[in-house]
């Protein structure tokens, strides 16, 4: 009894000082960083499009000076006196997908991007990057913000969307807050996005590890209403006026549904706790898209609406790469390149393994595996060639999981463990 009761005292004694440690530096508040990233496959720029704030800070207050992952891109924040970061994440962006394409080669285009930060006390130097495939830095942009910038843009009292609470299992302090939006339903529609909303969330919430760890999660369901229905699909010459304006054809691939008005993602968000985003699109056409620490997208009237928004979530909460792979390239083929150890935690080209699921394998285990008839039929983690779009040198942990297959019941143990990682950083002190 003892031993429990030093245990949680210390557990208190941790959570206070890392309390402690963000009072010290930030408000509770949120500042919102609109960013535009532009370029082509040779040169690339980060701008600022426009600073503003609102009060409460709905994200993390632990492990602030860490990430989880690497991901494409990070923001820093440095004290200015002592030169040391005071908080940072991590994320990717649609942008940097596209610069794996053949039409970066040839032509120039700009990207929207949010991230939210907790609003520093004092002046700060806040330093944003994007790396390429291998890791390398792409582009920075490194200034000076003042929190008595004149020109930050308050929103402290802008209208904030109707929503309502599918889960709410505490503060904003305490949980990981995620919202998830209507696109494409009109004002009409609502009851259907409402029920649509609680599919979402029940669906996700079943899936290990999330639903172990259910209580560390709000969930908020937000009615941003569409003047039309459905959603546009350019391949049907299909053009519709929906809440965060989304289409399919992105990057000219049918059934990837996302969209480049991510400020307007978070314009309908103004006054709403959250850090995660899932988008619900009212159509039946197939697709969807999940960017990480960015927002999920996927349709919610086909037939694989449930294990689509399971997936997409891996991607943009669980730091996740795809572990499927094409026998014919398409506009993924240049996504990775095999002299590399991506960062995502499910994939390896096993330049550093050690790094993965090595500590999972068991004894004598072969690498690569032979995905056995037995082992098709299970979650048996191995080191299985295949995964992250490709065939060949790209190496997965598991013949089936909800990260490569429909049919999937359930995340692989490797995907589950980095999805735990995720949720036990964003809560408790490492």
Known sequence: MKRVILTLFCIILGWMSYAQEFDENFQNATLRIDYIFAGNAQQQIIAIDEFAAFPLWA?????????????????????????????????????????????????????????????????VIIETTLFDNKGEQQAQLRHIFSPDDKLIRRL????????????????????????????GYTLEQMDIFMQDARTAC????????????????????????SKQGNVS?????????????????????????????????????????YEHIIILA????????GIYNSYTLTTAHNPYFKPVVVHEFGHS????????????????????????EPWEQNITSLV???????????????????????RKKNYTVGVYEGGGYMTKGMYRPAVVCRMRDNVATQ????????????????????
């Open 411 to 430: 995340f692989c143990p490797v995907c589950q463990r980095a999805i735990e990682r995720i949720i036990l950083y964003n809560t408790q002190n490492e």
């Open 59 to 123: 994200g993390r207050r632990v492990n602030l000076d860490t990430t989880p992952v690497k991901g494409n891109g990070e923001v820093r924040i440095i004290d200015t006196e002592s030169n040391s970061t005071i908080y940072c994440n991590s994320f990717s962006s649609l942008f940097q997908e596209w610069l794996t394409t053949d039409e970066a080669t040839t032509s120039t285009r700009s990207f929207e991007f949010t991230q939210l930060v907790p609003l520093p006390k004092q002046e």
């Open 282 to 289: 009212n159509t039946d056409t197939y697709g969807g898209g």
């Open 352 to 374: 550093d393994f050690d790094s993965k699921w090595k500590d999972m394998l068991r004894r004598g285990e072969k690498i690569p595996t032979t995905p056995t008839e037995k």
């Open 317 to 340: 909460f669980g730091a996740l790469a795809d572990e499927y792979f094409y026998e014919q390239p398409d506009h993924t083929e240049n996504f990775y390149t095999l002299n590399y």
């Open 233 to 273: 699909v350019p391949q049907d010459n299909e053009w519709k006026q929906t809440a965060v304006n989304s289409n399919f054809m992105t990057f000219y691939s049918p059934r990837y549904l996302t969209t480049n008005s991510v400020h307007l993602i978070h314009d309908n968000l103004v006054g709403i706790p």
């Open 156 to 183: 402290d009292n802008r209208d904030t969307t109707p929503h309502e609470y599918l889960l709410k299992s505490g503060s904003s302090e305490e949980c990981i807050d995620i919202v998830i939006m209507a696109e």
């Open 202 to 225: 029940d669906e996700i919430l079943s899936y290990e590890p999330f639903a172990s760890h259910r209580t560390k999660f709000n969930v908020v369901a937000v009615r941003c209403p």
